[in-house]
């Protein structure tokens, strides 16, 4: 599948950046001379080897705002798409392609070179480049986006710590059509069979638990909206909720700063607007997460005319519990009349991504294997809506009427070790008596398989 980056996706990062495992931002460089081709070889390796992400190039990396030292005078050609791709090309072992979008901030434009997923074997550097006796890019070396001592990311030859996570990042990606496989196989009564299974071998214990926690953190999103003059919000327009709760809790070892900074790491930003996107740097300093009782919170409100219109509120709790409530961005388009449809495509990305996006906080923060991953969702305000793929019209999906009902519920448990491609059988559970408000309709399978093929390889 070719590479591409969308306008949303560049504007996002350049704009609300957040450096982590899958996105690094440098200050400006040039690509014509070695410690700029360097740099651009070397982080592009390293994300591919972390299964893709985002190069952003013109902004500061610890302040995140924009520099002008070093900014070319044609910021278009000297970031072209062909030149990117030579640099890449030349240095390393394994081809693969590459995108360059330009970001639009303050009325000037930043290079995101985007790194596709899907890496079956380590990129290593195929030759050397040095400079004035100084070696720049190692032969042979495998680079890969890591956390240093520090907790930073950074792109470096990888250690020997890091070659677990690159044989699981390869080992995945060649395994990654397993789903097809199965189906293949055990045909639609197997697939229903399998999906009834993961319905019922949830615990009824921890689903108790789990629904009571995402009412208390529902009460407390309706104390912070208030406080950002917001509350409106929630009556007014359709809106959607999930929690992810850890089984068991996680061990209270680490301290409140390096708990956000890992999970703002581990985000693989797979969309324009990750769900639990890390507001760290956000400009807006009312849209930056807070400690309120020991758990990060913050409400990012921006519903004028700005370059991205989005209500959120999230909440993360050391013990391991993610919430996140989200305006639907079905209100919040000028492409759509507010209150009247709801893209089933544009919802089933943000399932999958949340499921994804999960596992790979579980696989940051380190809970053993037997770790449970129970996800709850909640979706209100939704009569009378019409289902309708308005956000992308090579979707079809046949008129189904009115909601036949104005809330729906969803909860799906996982083993921390299941891999995001197996994610198709539990959207389809999760959202099940969501889609079935219209006419009893079904999601099919491989519209799912498709767009989440589509969303890990970040091709949106």
Not at 53 to 65: A, H, N, P, Q, R
Not at 279 to 288: A, I, L, P, V
Not at 392 to 408: C, K, V, W
Request: charged share 25%; hydrophobic share 40%; proline share 5%.
């Amino acid at each position: 599948m070719t590479v591409n980056i969308s306008q949303e996706v560049a504007d996002r990062l350049v704009n609300a950046p957040s450096e982590g495992l899958n996105v690094e931002i440098k200050r400006w460089i040039d690509p014509t001379q070695p410690a700029g081709i360097a740099k651009i070889a070397i982080a592009c390796m390293a994300l591919r080897n972390r299964d893709g992400g985002y190069l952003v190039i013109g902004l500061d990396d610890e302040t995140l705002e924009p520099v002008d030292q070093g900014k070319p005078h044609d910021v278009r050609t000297a970031f072209h798409l062909d030149l990117v791709q030579q640099i890449v090309s030349k240095y390393a072992s394994v081809p693969f392609e590459v995108a360059v979008g330009f970001g639009t901030r303050d009325n000037q434009e930043f290079p995101v070179i985007a790194v596709g997923s899907g890496v079956r074997s380590p990129v290593a550097a195929s030759k050397e480049l040095s400079h004035e006796g100084k070696t720049l890019i190692r032969q042979h070396a495998v680079y890969f986006r890591t956390l240093n001592a520090s907790g930073v990311p950074s792109s470096s030859p990888a250690r020997y710590s890091d070659w677990a996570d690159i044989v699981d990042i390869c080992f995945e990606n060649r395994e990654a059509d397993i789903g097809r496989f199965l189906r293949r196989h055990i045909g639609v009564d197997g697939t229903a069979s399998f999906t009834a299974l993961l319905t019922e071998k949830s615990s009824p214990a921890l689903r108790e638990r789990t629904l009571k926690a995402i009412e208390q953190h529902i009460e407390r999103m309706k104390e912070g909206l208030a406080a950002r003059g917001a509350g409106i919000l929630q009556a007014k327009n359709g809106w959607w909720s999930v929690l992810l709760k850890f089984d068991p809790p996680l061990p209270d070892n680490i301290s409140a700063r390096d708990f956000l900074r890992t999970i703002g790491s581990a985000n693989p930003q797979y969309t324009g607007w990750p769900v639990w996107l890390d507001s760290s740097g956000f400009t807006n300093k009312n849209d930056r997460p807070t400690l309120v009782d020991k758990v990060w919170q913050a409400a990012i409100i921006d519903t004028g005319d700005s370059w991205s219109r989005h209500a959120d509120f999230y909440r993360f709790d050391r013990s391991g519990e993610f919430f996140l409530w989200r305006v639907l961005q079905d209100d919040l388009s000028d492409k759509i009349e507010p209150g009247k449809y709801l893209d089933p495509g544009l919802m089933m990305y943000r399932v999958l991504e949340t499921l994804a996006v999960g596992l790979a906080f579980c696989k940051a923060l380190a809970p053993s294997q037997e770790t449970t991953l129970a996800f709850a969702f909640r979706w209100s305000n939704l009569q009378p809506r019409e289902l309708d793929s308005w956000a992308d019209r090579n979707r079809y999906f046949s008129p189904r009427g009115t909601a036949m009902g104005n809330e729906a519920e969803g909860y799906i448990e996982m083993a921390a070790d299941t891999p995001p491609e197996a994610l198709v059988s539990y959207a389809q559970v999760v959202t099940r008596d969501l889609f079935e408000l219209w006419d009893g309709w079904q999601y099919p399978t491989k519209a799912i398989e498709q767009q989440l093929e589509r969303l890990l390889k970040r091709n949106l």
